[in-house]
């Protein structure tokens, strides 16, 4: 809102309410997809956003805004893309030229949306039909590790992507020995070490903990390679 008597901070923002139904409803929240929208860091509760301008802002007959408070459509992006999955079912009681609808339409998920004033619904009618899904391969989004498909170590070897006797290669350049039961047995400075890839990790660095998948290299050409990689071969097969 403009600001002309001059006897008031300006307005600057709009608020957002993020609410469930309750405390014990389960809702929605992507937080990997919203981290990589924004570079890999955590999205934060302020966000810039421009105002709806250019060829995004609508008109009517005369050439006139068909809508006062038409919403940009990289905030409704944001929101469904953070609180929604695709074929979920997006309300909007207050639908106006269907910002909500067309970016719902868009992203694969099903919207209502409600609206009182027939200039409004003409408007917004004929820009969804302009709207085409994207394909299903654009529309995965980023998730959570502990949501994806659990992997165990033994499966490499059971499957012959490592072989019992081969060695893996520490960041340090010390070696382990894979073992026919998915173990590793290794010894350094440190003593002799068994058992699992992030026990054994843990115990060559002195830590109490590690994550054996990204600690662990294995030779392929001449070249080291993160054990990971094998893993994420499988999980691409799941």
């Known amino acids: 809102m403009p600001n002309f008597r001059g006897k008031r901070l300006t307005n600057a923002h709009e608020t957002m309410i993020w609410a ?6 389960k809702y ?16 934060r509760s302020d966000w810039v956003l421009p105002i709806c301008t250019g060829h995004e802002r609508l008109k009517d007959g005369t050439g006139a805004k068909a809508h006062p408070t038409q919403k940009p459509e990289s905030l409704l992006h944001r929101v469904l893309v953070g609180t929604t999955r695709p074929g979920d079912v997006v309300l909007d009681p207050f639908f106006g030229t269907g910002t909500t609808g067309a970016v719902a339409k868009m992203l694969g998920r099903d919207y209502i949306g409600i609206e009182r004033e027939d200039a409004y619904i003409e408007v917004a009618q004929k820009r969804l039909d302009r709207v085409r ?8 989004i ?9 992997v165990a170590f033994g499966q490499l070897v059971e499957r012959g992507m490592l072989r019992p006797g081969e ?3 520490s960041p340090r350049g010390e070696m382990a020995t894979v073992r026919a039961d998915g173990t590793l047995v290794s010894s350094n400075a440190r ?7 992030h026990q054994v990790g843990a115990a060559m660095e002195g830590a109490p903990s590690c994550n054996g998948w990204t600690y662990w290299q294995f030779k392929r050409d001449g070249r080291p390679v993160p054990i990971d990689f094998l893993r994420q071969q499988i999980r691409g097969e799941m």
């Open 20 to 25: 469930s139904r309750s405390e014990k409803a």
């Open 191 to 197: 003593g002799n070490h068994r058992g699992s890839i």
């Open 133 to 140: 899904k994207l394909d299903d391969a654009a529309l995965e």
């Open 142 to 150: 980023t998730q959570p590790k502990r949501a994806q498909p659990r």
């Open 28 to 43: 929605t929240f992507n937080y990997e997809a919203l981290k990589a929208l924004n570079d890999d860091v955590q999205m």
């Open 167 to 169: 060695k893996l290669i």
